[in-house]
């Protein structure tokens, strides 16, 4: 095998053309695993060899990286790959089920290989398709909405020889007649913009414009706008530019956080399938703001359809002359794809990542303004807030600031996932309530009964119905203990019940935890099991005092701030709902019967 | 300088000095596992949590990471550090298969001893404990234990970053993350003993000594590694006269933290080799020392005064105080016997080192013999000058000079063990380096001083009066007595400066020799 690969003339030329991407060869060592990976068909002890032969180094050295990323076979897999989200809004609305009946459908078991190699069937954390659960990725092509008979078709169609497409995203549901601008020209395009679309929209003008301005200047706008990093973290996008060092000893790099992964959180993916011109346009201006010399999208790996229409955007970009070599500023722009880790969201994570390494987060300081992608200075941003920067430029702080509030000024991609009517995104200025949200999103479905939210992605802590009229914004919901995070609520009913969902989440915490730091890595497997004990109806009344303790032992004891995201859910989820978890304490009468049945045939 | 105030005491700093390191300097211990002072800083074991009362909030840090600055106060032992600690090591504990009682690191283990010094002692982990690889050969070397591994990456940093072999790594995620290797592919760094020693646990440990002994018999005798020219200091693990281990001793100004495996497994055979002359002979028969010294030195005396002339090959692997009194017995000797006598030594073969710590010369003390002006002979030399007949009389004193073909009038050999002791006139066992008392200058010039770490055999006479035995046989008096007086006789006449062995820092002493002339 290692021969074939020597002398497959192709896979050398593309490895040859990936490596050009970056300043250090080493960079390119994932995506050059993927192209790898897809010529074998699982990344067998030669194929490690020729990777690690190709990149200089030992195969320990790759194994150590390929081990690290869900994405990456080291065992045969089938023709197909089988992805059934299991995260939270996914499972409230039948991924237990889609997962039996896909296993009827191939005769194998989750985890294993169809006996005639046609595919293999996984469960994977979230996917990033929460308002379209439950999901099922096919070769990482998308399938929205699946259920059983679904589930049977795309199986059916498999078995005839039909390879998987992605499906087309329908239409977002309507938003009130706020003023959107970020979904405004995908709402306008019915469907993708192109460069066509984008530029008669008046787009890659305000790039024209910002590149005329005087750098700060433009910093200077966008931390008068307020724009806070629509990531999760809230951080003055404007500030964290200012970090970049003004008089550059190296080159400066932007990277674009588009590692969306959060269990809730889809809206990113969104933009980059529907108008990524506008991601490229804010990452140009943003690069000169900065003084970065190119920009690289770090997006999931599951990401692939996202990632092509980024790709296809970038070629129309160079080939108009707007960014890379041909253009003005040459300023380059690349994508880079993941393979599989939650963790790679954290912005030094994310670098390590970019650099063909594991995704463990870096000690700070040094913070990556001052050493960040090749130790050189680096600014990581959220895909939405690039997508904020060309209509902060274009039409001035004053501007953004009439939407949301004083502190969290702009519209936010909310987006409202689980059993109700019309799950989606919605562009609506911050501040808005999940109320509001709900009522958008068609309320709840008929029989499910709202219990709880979780207002921000899977890091967020849970509420109860009565913070329901809540503003959803970074500085209210911080006050309320939780986080406005991604803006990504997902309801939870009286049939799933809360401690279900605090176990899913600390599941996937439990599942993403990079294993670096002892007091997470151990942390997050010990609070994940004590709740799982809950659903089992045999937790003890201790258990909740050690979950505590166990978390106020790991919350800011380690590099990153992981286990505060493990605490967020399980912290508000034992406050506002005690009384379920003691429903479920070993000998109660309502221990007896399990909660949920989900978690049980799961 | 920054100045900061640790436990409420001032000190200052040198610039880009953390905080572990200023501990480290004003005789704190602050608990560590992932950092070392001779590998990239992780900050990941998270143990070393310290309270950082300003600038900035009250607050608990890692000392490993955190940067000195001026004005930072810090406290290292404090309730908020002793909770993070206990809770740290909880977690480490959790799935720890808690063998101690089978385990080779028991009595030197980080993992117990802070424990005991930090732990909750009680465990509230109700689950079951993962399960991993045991006894997994990660060379013919080396032992991984992954259930005791507690990932603090020190030897996935040293593979790295100091053998320059990433052939160790972490594999898998979050609580399936273990240190391995590449199916097929064991570690093959020649430094890679070292990471029994830097690994603070039970996860790695040398397959040798699996299950072999317990740690806290060992008595540890400060010597130097004799098998290349870096001298590399280490210590001698000894119990019942026999070394068990060979261990770095941390040197700054030489082999830092490390040694090569060539040091760490062979040093026990060159130290206390298996097959030794136990015996004194004088022409064939079993002798005293005294008939044995007096037989050399009517020999040789003869052998000159006859117009010979007398080779002298004295060992590279022997101390300054031996070279220098075999240098003494003949500078004080009859004129005619010293003007016929070559004082000499073997060319080592050289061959360029590894760039880390191995010289490429294998040989402990070829500069103590450059500064007493022994002549370096190679072994066409000394064969031409056997073949010319002039040489009538020869003393070997090197145990690794094997073959000598030549008719002469007398050969003596003071060796450990030397074929040469079937032909010889005059046998005299030697002792080895771990057997005395005495320094030795490596290539560098840094003179360290090795302790006797082992009883020679019984029949062995000792080095100093072996040569004291020809002295007396010579008439010639004056010869050091004792290690002590050699060297601070040998230091005077080698260096300048008359020195005390007894005040040689452990590290060792760099002394400008001065080369003397070489007679040849």
């Not at chain 1, 200089?56 to 150590?64: K, Q």
């Not at chain 1, 804010?282 to 190119?294: D, H, K, L, S, T």
């Amino acid at each position: 095998m290692t021969i074939a690969l020597d002398r497959d003339a192709d896979l050398r030329r593309r490895l040859d053309q990936l490596v050009t991407r970056y300043p250090q060869k080493r960079a390119a060592l994932i995506p050059a695993l993927h192209l790898v990976q897809d010529k074998c068909g699982w990344l067998h002890d030669d194929a490690v060899r020729f990777v690690a032969a190709y990149f200089d180094t030992t195969p320990a050295d790759v194994l150590a990286v390929i081990t690290f990323y869900d994405m990456f076979h080291r065992a045969p897999k089938g023709t197909y790959e089988i992805a059934v989200c299991r995260n939270l809004a996914c499972k409230e609305r039948g991924a237990d089920a889609v997962v039996k009946g896909l296993e009827r459908a191939l005769g194998c078991r989750e985890g294993e290989t169809s006996a005639d190699g046609l595919a293999t069937l996984r469960t994977f954390e979230c996917l990033g398709g929460c308002t379209e659960a439950p999901l099922v990725a096919v070769n990482w092509r998308y399938f929205r909405n699946v259920d059983t008979a679904k589930a049977d078709a795309i199986v059916a169609n498999l078995r005839a020889g039909k390879a998987p497409i992605q499906e087309p995203r329908p239409e977002e549901p309507t938003t009130p007649k706020n003023e959107i601008y970020l979904t405004r020209r995908m709402r306008d395009a019915n469907g993708a913009v192109d460069l066509a679309t984008y530029r008669k929209s008046g787009g890659y003008e305000t790039m024209t414009k910002a590149l005329g301005m005087e750098r700060d200047a433009i910093i200077e706008v966008v931390k008068q706008s307020g724009l806070r990093g629509r990531g999760g973290a809230g951080f003055s996008t404007g500030m964290k530019w200012s970090f970049m060092p003004k008089e550059p000893k190296k080159p400066h790099y932007l990277a674009v956080n588009a590692d969306e992964s959060e269990p809730g959180t889809c809206k990113d993916r969104l933009l980059m399938e529907r108008d990524p011109h506008s991601l490229l346009e804010g990452m140009v201006i943003a690069c000169y703001a900065i003084r970065a010399v190119a920009g690289y999208i770090y997006i999931r790996g599951e990401y692939l359809y996202a990632a092509e229409c980024l790709e296809r955007a970038i070629e129309e970009a160079r080939a108009g002359g707007l960014i890379g070599p041909t253009s003005s500023h040459k300023i380059d722009l690349h994508v880079h794809r993941g393979a599989g880790a939650y963790i790679c969201g954290e912005e030094t994570a994310l670098m390590e990542s970019l650099e063909g390494k594991r995704g463990h987060p870096r000690p700070k300081p040094p913070f990556p303004a001052q050493s960040g992608l090749w130790k050189s200075p680096t600014t990581v941003n959220n895909v939405e807030t690039i997508c904020n920067i060309p209509f902060i430029v274009d039409k001035g702080a004053a501007w953004f600031r009439t939407m949301g509030n004083e502190k969290s000024p702009g519209n936010l991609l909310y987006s409202v996932a689980g059993n109700v009517k019309k799950p989606g995104i919605f562009e609506l200025p911050l501040g808005t309530t999940a109320r509001t949200l709900i009522d958008l999103a068609g309320g709840m479905v008929d029989g499910f009964q709202l219990i709880g939210i979780n207002p921000g992605g899977a890091s967020s802590g849970f509420l109860p119905p009565s913070k329901l009229d809540v503003a959803l914004d970074h500085d209210t919901l911080k006050a309320e203990g939780s986080m406005l995070g991604t803006g990504a609520i997902t309801v939870v009913d009286q049939k799933f019940g809360m401690v279900e969902a605090v176990a899913c989440f600390a599941k996937f915490f439990e599942h993403e935890t990079c294993g670096q730091c002892g007091p997470c890595r151990e942390g997050c497997a010990w609070a994940s099991r004590i709740v799982e004990r809950f659903l089992h109806g045999e937790g003890t009344t201790e258990d909740l005092d050690v979950l505590s303790d166990l978390l106020d032992n790991s919350v800011g004891k380690t590099i990153c701030v992981f286990p505060e995201a493990l605490a967020g859910p399980l912290r508000l989820g034992v406050k506002h709902f005690r009384p379920e978890f003691e429903k479920l304490v070993k000998g109660s009468p309502t221990a007896a019967a399990p909660a949920t049945s989900p978690a049980a045939n799961f | 300088m920054p100045k900061i105030t640790l436990n409420g005491k001032e000190m200052d700093v040198a610039p880009g000095t953390t905080v572990i390191q200023a501990a480290i300097q004003s005789g704190l211990t602050v608990p560590h596992y992932c950092w070392h002072p001779a590998l990239p800083v992780a900050a990941s074991c998270r143990i070393c949590q310290v309270e950082v009362l300003g600038p900035g909030p009250r607050r608990t840090a890692t000392a490993c990471n955190l940067e000195c600055s001026d004005g930072m106060s810090v406290l290292t032992d404090t309730p908020a550090v002793a909770k993070a600690r206990a809770g740290n090591l909880e977690m480490l504990l959790l799935n720890h298969p808690l063998d101690c009682p089978i385990c080779d690191k028991a009595g030197e283990c980080w993992l117990q001893d802070y424990t005991y010094d930090y732990g909750a002692g009680v465990g509230r982990n109700e689950f079951e404990r993962r399960k991993s690889e045991k006894r997994k050969p990660i060379s013919d070397k080396v032992l991984l234990d992954q259930e005791r591994c507690i990932l603090c990456t020190r030897c996935v940093r040293f593979m790295d970053s100091y053998a320059k072999k990433p052939e160790l790594v972490v594999t898998a995620r979050g609580e399936h993350s273990v240190i391995d290797i590449f199916p097929d592919a064991p570690v093959t760094s020649e430094y890679q003993g070292n990471l029994a020693d830097i690994c603070p646990v039970g996860a790695l440990t040398l397959s040798n000594f699996r299950f072999k002994n317990r740690v806290w018999w060992f008595k540890g005798t400060d010597s130097v590694c004799t098998l290349c020219s870096k001298g590399c200091s280490v210590t001698l693990d000894v119990r019942q006269n026999q070394i068990n281990r060979v261990r770095p001793r941390t040197n700054e100004q030489n082999n830092g933290w490390f040694i090569c495996d060539t040091g760490r497994f062979e040093l026990e055979h060159e130290f206390a080799p298996t097959d030794r002359l136990t015996q004194v002979m004088v022409d064939g028969k079993p002798a005293d020392l005294a008939s044995a010294g007096a037989r050399v030195a009517s020999a040789l005396m003869r052998s000159a005064e006859a117009g010979g002339d007398v080779l002298v090959l004295a060992s590279t692997q022997t101390t300054n105080e031996d070279l220098f009194a075999l240098s003494e017995l003949f500078a004080n000797a009859n004129g005619t016997l010293a003007r016929r006598t070559t004082l000499a030594y073997r060319k080592v073969d050289e061959h360029g080192g590894d760039g880390i710590l191995r010289t490429g010369q294998n040989a402990a003390n070829v500069a103590g013999l450059r500064a007493l002006g022994f002549a370096e002979l190679t072994d066409a030399e000394i064969a031409k000058r056997f073949a010319s007949g002039k040489v009538r009389a020869a003393w070997i004193l090197d145990s690794r000079f094997t073959t000598l073909a030549a008719d002469i009038d007398f050969l003596a050999v003071f060796a450990t063990a030397s074929p040469l002791a079937e032909c010889a006139h005059v046998v005299v066992p030697a002792q080895t380096v771990g057997e005395k008392d005495g320094t030795l200058t490596n290539a560098a010039g840094l003179t360290q001083r090795v302790r006797a770490a082992l009883r020679a055999p019984q029949g062995v006479p000792g080095d100093l009066a072996a040569l004291a035995a020809v002295a007396d046989g010579l008439g010639v008096s004056g010869m050091p007595k004792s290690g002590g007086d050699a060297f601070a006789a040998w230091s005077d006449r080698a260096g300048g400066q008359r020195l005390a062995l007894s005040e040689l820092p452990q590290d060792g002493i760099r002394i400008a020799l001065m080369a003397r002339e070489t007679k040849s």
